[in-house]
T-cell receptor, first 113, second 111 residues
């Protein structure tokens, strides 16, 4: 049973436009959410996170929105750049500072010049 | 500062062979983790170690053993490799939950 779902395997956008990557979760005990970015043949790198007590967190071109009632979060990248082309993983962790991250399957973003 | 390093980068095993994947971090992190990633799947936690001398099972521990050799090193052992263990293996370390820093991965093929 998948607790963190990324229903879009891939997304293609034009350079300069907005990229919106979505993530849904089923476990209401998750209280911290993270986005990781992964290039081919490399390990995932941390991008941005959000606590369940917030509904938005912004870092430069990247903004994560959290809708707890819908159990949904999204990552917005504005403006998108070709270097943003990668696989993006959504991850969640349980209340109490759990060591365990639960990952979604990832969305492959392609930004076309 | 190399971060998290993993050896080897690639490995091919025959069914039934054993091997150990090595991981080391130079960031003085307490926690370390082993994940596997299969095609079309997210990362799944195999084992983790919250501190030197402790290890705990993750989501998919069967067929694996781990050793937290010291604060820097966390190894993953396959005692009798099976084709189902063909995967990309990532090691990670963490200064505090839930931040995790990943190594470059080991691509393992079991024939």
């Amino acid at each position: 049973d998948q607790q963190v779902k990324q229903n879009s395997p891939s997304l293609s956008v034009q350079e300069g436009r907005i990229s919106i990557l979505n993530c849904d979760y089923t476990n209401s005990m998750f209280d911290y959410f993270l986005w990781y970015k992964k290039y081919p043949a490399e390990g995932p790198t941390f991008l941005i996170s959000i606590s369940s007590i917030k509904d938005k967190n912004e870092d430069g071109r990247f903004t994560v929105f959290l809708n707890k009632s819908a159990k949904h979060l999204s990552l917005h990248i504005v403006p998108s750049q070709p270097g943003d082309s990668a696989v993006y993983f959504c991850a969640a962790t349980l209340q109490g500072g759990s060591e365990k991250l639960v990952f979604g399957k990832g969305t492959k973003l392609t930004v076309n010049p | 500062n190399a971060g998290v390093t993993q050896t080897p980068k690639f490995q091919v095993l025959k069914t039934g062979q054993s091997m150990t994947l090595q991981c080391a971090q130079d960031m003085n992190h307490n926690s370390m983790y082993w994940y596997r990633q299969d095609p079309g799947m997210g990362l799944r936690l195999i084992y983790y170690s919250a501190s030197e001398g402790t290890t705990d099972k993750g989501e998919v521990p069967n067929g694996y053993n781990v050793s937290r050799l010291n604060k820097r090193e966390f190894s993953l052992r396959l005692e009798s490799a099976a084709p189902s263990q063909t995967s990309v293996y990532f090691c990670a370390s963490s200064p505090r939950a839930p931040e995790q820093y990943f190594g470059p991965g080991t691509r393992l093929t079991v024939t």
